[in-house]
């Protein structure tokens, strides 16, 4: 499959298909008569990275993990630790994200009580 095509198949960005190819990580990717070929590795390769890319991850992140992943010896742990960084990260901004809402509707809430009941 060509980069074309996996980008048009699975709705990945040519981005991040260049990105994945200039990383060097594309150990089953082969230059047939100028085009890469990918296959069903290089396709869970690339899902993997879209995730880390929808879960938050740098590109530097992303390539990091990635390298760790194709290492796989002794890499879990490493792995483990960014996604533990990236969660804990995750988590306190949605406890921010909490609290301005709580702040929020208490506005609204002060603001409701003090126009008094609505008008008919």
Same mark, same amino acid.
């Given at each position: 499959?060509?980069? =074309? /095509?996996?980008?048009?198949?699975? =709705?990945?960005?040519?981005?991040? *298909?260049?990105?994945? /190819?200039?990383?060097? $990580?594309?150990?089953?990717?082969?230059?047939?008569?100028?085009?890469? =070929?990918?296959?069903?590795?290089? #396709? &869970?390769? $690339?899902?993997?990275?879209?995730? *880390?890319?929808?879960?938050?991850?740098?590109?530097? /992140?992303?390539?990091?993990?990635?390298? #760790? $992943?194709? &290492?796989? &010896?002794?890499?879990? =742990?490493?792995? *483990?630790?960014?996604?533990?960084?990236?969660?804990?990260?995750?988590?306190? &901004?949605?406890?921010?994200? /909490?609290?301005?809402l709580e702040r929020l509707d208490y506005l609204?809430h002060e603001l409701r009580k003090k126009q008094?009941?609505?008008?008919?």
């Amino acid at each position: 499959m060509t980069i =074309q /095509e996996a980008s048009e198949r699975y =709705q990945i960005p040519m981005k991040i *298909l260049r990105e994945y /190819e200039s990383w060097g $990580l594309c150990g089953a990717v082969k230059d047939v008569m100028g085009a890469w =070929q990918y296959d069903d590795t290089d #396709l &869970e390769r $690339l899902s993997t990275i879209m995730t *880390l890319h929808d879960i938050g991850f740098t590109s530097e /992140e992303v390539e990091t993990y990635m390298r #760790l $992943l194709l &290492e796989r &010896e002794n890499s879990d =742990q490493a792995r *483990l630790r960014m996604l533990d960084r990236k969660r804990s990260a995750a988590l306190d &901004e949605i406890h921010f994200r /909490e609290r301005q809402l709580e702040r929020l509707d208490y506005l609204r809430h002060e603001l409701r009580k003090k126009q008094g009941p609505p008008r008919e």
